[in-house]
């Protein structure tokens, strides 16, 4: 079960896991099964779920994580770590200086991301709606957000007559709640692209003052 009393604070942080390699892979085998679960849409994901589609005792899910939202942050950490991982080469790549090109490589690069593998959408929507996960999510966007203002700060990207901090932070604000009204469409290519292309519209207008 995982209902709670309405101020219990739920603690989020996996579980020490041992090091050896069985141990390792029984973890991401639970992970992954999260993910499936994720992707099909299910609703309600429990602990016991995760545990039927793992094919291991719920025992085994507890050994590891306190909580389904303990997983669901580990699915979200590795969303971040992959994130993080096309923003920093994008930044450092010489054939995105002009900001244009590099917020759309970005924003491509991450949508793409979500499409292989859906349940980084799934989880990036919990964030919107589980109070658990809110949290998380606005700490990446901090973090984020950071990159960018901090090269703002020094003149970079030509920035301009703004705040770098609120820029960078509303900017990412878009972005994430865009991505989420795009996964939300996944089963209608034809809305989701639509839906991109506005978001990529509205975060290049809304960028334009600061950065041309």
Do not use: C
């Not at 979500?114 to 964030?127: E, M, N, S």
């Not at 809110?134 to 703004?162: H, M, P, T, Y």
């Not at 996944?186 to 290049?204: G, H, I, K, N, V």
């Amino acid at each position: 079960m995982n209902e709670r009393a309405p101020l219990e604070e739920i603690d989020l942080e996996r579980r020490v896991a041992p090091r050896q390699k069985r141990s390792q892979a029984r973890i991401q085998n639970i992970v992954d099964a999260t993910k499936s679960l994720l992707e099909r849409g299910q609703l309600d994901i429990t602990t016991s779920s995760v545990a039927q589609e793992a094919d291991v005792p719920v025992s085994s899910v507890y050994r590891y994580f306190p909580n389904i939202y303990s997983i669901h942050r580990t699915i979200l950490e590795e969303f971040q770590d992959d994130t993080d991982k096309i923003v920093e080469g994008i930044l450092a790549d010489p054939d995105y200086q002009d900001w244009r090109p590099s917020v759309s490589g970005m924003l491509r690069g991450l949508r793409q991301l979500i499409q292989d593998t859906p349940a980084y959408g799934a989880v990036l929507r919990l964030t919107m709606t589980t109070l658990e996960l809110r949290a998380v999510k606005d700490d990446w966007n901090r973090k984020i957000s950071e990159v960018f203002a901090s090269r703002w700060r020094q003149g970079l990207d030509n920035f301009k007559d703004g705040d770098p901090d609120i820029v960078a932070r509303m900017a990412v604000e878009i972005y994430t709640s865009a991505e989420v009204i795009a996964f939300e469409k996944r089963l209608s290519p034809e809305q989701a692209d639509a839906y991109f292309d506005e978001a990529m519209t509205a975060l290049e207008r809304y960028l334009a003052p600061y950065l041309d």
